[in-house]
């Protein structure tokens, strides 16, 4: 059984920075990337950044030059750092865990961050 815990969140002023964290425990392959999503108030998630194994990586447009995504593989471990945050960054956060030799997504439970003055 694969567990996916996230942590980090908070509440922030525009301009500031957040940094998530998510773990990832349990039996699953190496082969696989590790994501952050996102869901505001009345709409779908999205999908932020992913980082794949191999160390590839993607952005939404709405963060590139913003956030950044790293992971520790010997930690199963995957970071978000948020930067130059605007209100438009709250929603809840999730971790998901792309397992792609067995095709399996694990999800986190989520962590809510809010952009405030």
């Known amino acids: 059984q694969v567990q996916v815990v996230e942590s980090g969140g908070g509440l922030v002023q525009p301009g500031g920075s957040l940094r998530l964290s998510c773990a990832a425990s349990?039996?699953?392959?190496?082969?696989?990337?590790m994501g952050w999503y996102r869901q505001a108030p009345g709409k779908q998630r999205e999908q932020v950044a992913v980082?794949?194994?191999?160390?590839?990586?993607n952005y939404a447009d709405s963060v590139k030059g913003r956030f950044t995504i790293s992971r520790d593989n010997a930690k199963n471990t995957v970071y978000l750092q948020m930067n130059s945050l605007k209100p438009e960054d709250t929603a809840v956060y999730y971790c998901?865990?792309?397992?792609?030799?067995?095709?399996?997504?694990?999800w986190g439970q989520g962590t809510q961050v809010t952009v405030s003055s």
């Open positions: 998901a865990l792309h397992d792609w030799v067995i095709k399996g997504d694990y």
């Open positions: 349990g039996s699953f392959h190496s082969l696989n990337a």
């Open positions: 980082l794949s194994s191999g160390g590839s990586e």
